[in-house]
Antibody, heavy 123, light 107 residues
């Protein structure tokens, strides 16, 4: 079924930068689109960004567009999220998520989630 | 941008009873609708996709229905492990919006 393990979260000051990583195993990482989803403390789920299986297309929520960059390294089975100009409302658990269909497109259901990594933006 | 609205916000149910959760989309999402269960401190878990298809390992007491803009998740006989927050999500277009969640609590 697979496994996703996020890392890179932590405390960062407003305006700062952070890069999250997601290590994938036990499935053919390069064949699937991947997403980042976040959840602010005590709140609901928000789609943040997506990348196609071939890496040729990306999507971003309006709230992070121009500040976050999603990328993948299929040789390392790793997904990334580079975050800059961080704000207090970016504070959340960030989940790495795999789609359930082995096609490059991002618009499929989510069948595998990591445990998440907490990003706290505070001075 | 499609907005997903779930109702009710909280559902109080006794073990063994039936629970019906609703999800409405602001425009048609065809059958591109999924349901997730989330327990405290855990990642969401996929229950249902393509409106009514149960994910691997999901018990038959969970069922989904609907199309277009109106969707329902039914739990036929609530077990103790089913008390959690449930989210619907559309994957018809970007952003793949989630509903705000329905908390199913013990009555």
């Amino acid at each position: 079924e697979g496994q996703l393990v996020e890392s890179g979260g932590g405390l960062v000051q407003p305006g700062g930068s952070l890069t999250l990583s997601c290590s994938a195993s036990e499935f053919r990482f390069s064949a699937y689109a991947m997403h980042w989803v976040r959840q602010a403390p005590g709140k609901g789920l928000e789609s943040v960004s997506a990348i196609c299986g071939d890496g040729d297309c990306t999507n971003y929520a309006d709230s992070v567009k121009g500040r976050f960059t999603i990328s993948r390294d299929d040789s390392k089975n790793t997904l990334y999220l580079q975050m800059s100009s961080l704000r207090a409302d970016d504070t959340a658990v960030y989940y790495c998520v795999k789609v359930g269909v082995k096609l490059p497109a991002w618009n499929w259901y989510f069948d595998l989630w990591g445990r998440g990594t907490l990003v706290t933006v505070s001075s | 941008e499609i907005v997903m609205t779930q109702s009710p916000a909280t559902l109080s149910v006794s073990p063994g009873e039936r629970a019906t959760l609703s999800c409405r989309a602001s425009q048609s999402v065809s059958s591109n609708l999924a349901w997730f269960q989330q327990k405290p401190g855990q990642a969401p878990r996929l229950l249902i996709y393509d409106t009514y298809t149960r994910a691997t390992g999901i018990p038959a007491r969970f069922s989904g229905s609907g199309s277009g803009t109106e969707f329902t998740l039914t739990i036929s006989s609530l077990q103790s492990e089913d008390f959690a927050v449930y989210y619907c999500q559309q994957y018809y277009n970007w952003p793949q919006a989630f509903g705000q969640g329905t908390k199913v609590e013990i009555q």
